[in-house]
C-alpha cells in the first residue's frame, strides 16, 4: 500500500505521520509511504515578478523543509520506506491530486496551522476528504 501523508508543521500532522507508520507495521506488508508538504503561493504571487520564481521557490522550500523535519526523523528510526515531496500551489488541490495519482490512501492531520482561514473559508482536510477519490483518514 502507498501512503499518501500530509505535513504541515502541526502536531496534527506529526500524529498523522506516526499513525501511518503504525498503520505499516501493523499491516506488515511491503507498504511505504511519501511525506507531501504543500506550501500554498495564493496570497505571495505578485511578488513573483518583483524577486523571481527562483527565489520564491527557494523561500517556499526552506519552510517546507522545517515543516517536513520532525517527521522525517521519526520515520528514519523505523524500517518503513518513505520519501518526501513539496510541492508550492493551492494545498488541497496539490493534495488531492497527487492522491489520486498513484496513492491507495491519504492520512492527514484534521487540524493544521491555519485555524482562522479553516474557519472562514474551510479547512484542507475537509476539501481533501470531499473531493478525493482515494480513502482518507484524519488524525487528531
Not at 500500500?1 to 502536531?11: C, P, Q
Not at 504571487?45 to 517536513?68: H, M, P, S
Amino acid at each position: 500500500m502507498k501512503i499518501l501523508v500530509a505535513i504541515d508543521g502541526s502536531k496534527s500532522s506529526l500524529h498523522a505521520a506516526k499513525f501511518a507508520v503504525s498503520l505499516c507495521t501493523n499491516m506488515r506488508s511491503k507498504d511505504s509511504i511519501t511525506l507531501i508538504n504543500v506550501q500554498d503561493d495564493q496570497g505571495i504571487k505578485f511578488a513573483t515578478r518583483q524577486v523571481g520564481k527562483a527565489e520564491i521557490n527557494n523561500y517556499f522550500t526552506e519552510f517546507a523543509k522545517k515543516d517536513l523535519k520532525l517527521s522525517i526523523t521519526y520515520l528514519n528510526k523505523t524500517s518503513i520506506k518513505h520519501n518526501s515531496i513539496i510541492h508550492i500551489g493551492h494545498v488541497a488541490e496539490t493534495i488531492i491530486n497527487t492522491a489520486n495519482k498513484g496513492f491507495d490512501m491519504v492520512v492527514l492531520g484534521a487540524k493544521g496551522r491555519g485555524a482562522i482561514n479553516d474557519f472562514l473559508i474551510g479547512s484542507v482536510a475537509h476539501r481533501v476528504l470531499s473531493k478525493c477519490k482515494k480513502p482518507v483518514l484524519l488524525i487528531k
